[in-house]
């Protein structure tokens, strides 16, 4: 297990795996409610959205995948990428999502329409984590190049 995230509502936890699947438990219980299968290499990270509805996994097949945190149904593949997608957040109000890559990309996405919005460049190395503030109005993005960089959530520019 790779990475773990509980759900707003603290009812269920999310966990991310090595076989390429992603499982929702009770938190309560420890009861497996779903399993989220359709990557092709491991699933590095897991996040709810901040309202519950939804779950974003990504993986080092190049996807990121906005799964129905309720059914289990595939909702968005966000598989436009070159490299393995490292991590992935919501926005405070749950409208974006903001994935990391080893390419040394993050990107925007619109989490309704699973739209591409962004593409953030300027890291010499992989983007290992990528971040909205807390007012959504910024992105820090954390790279190994050594660096962190904050960016503006709207236009992408580098602050």
Not at 72 to 88: C, D, E, I, M, W
Request: aromatic share 8%; net charge negative.
């Amino acid at each position: 297990v790779l990475s773990v995230a509980y759900s707003p509502d603290g009812s269920s936890i999310v966990t991310a795996s090595l076989d390429g699947t992603a499982n929702v438990w009770d938190a309560t219980t420890g009861a497996l409610l779903l399993t989220l299968a359709g990557h092709t290499n491991w699933v590095v990270s897991a996040a709810y959205s901040p309202n519950g509805s939804s779950i974003i996994t990504t993986s080092l097949d190049g996807t990121a995948n906005v799964w129905d945190a309720i059914t289990g149904a595939l909702v968005h593949n966000l598989a436009r990428h070159t490299g393995q997608v490292q991590s992935a957040s919501y926005s405070p109000d749950g409208s974006f999502i903001v994935t990391a890559f080893a390419d040394r990309t993050a990107k925007v996405w619109d989490a309704t329409t699973g739209a591409l919005l962004l593409t953030l460049e300027g890291h010499t190395n992989w983007v290992r984590s990528a971040a909205y503030s807390p007012d959504g109005s910024s992105i820090v993005t954390a790279s190994f190049d050594q660096t962190a960089k904050v960016w503006d959530a709207t236009t992408g520019a580098l602050s």
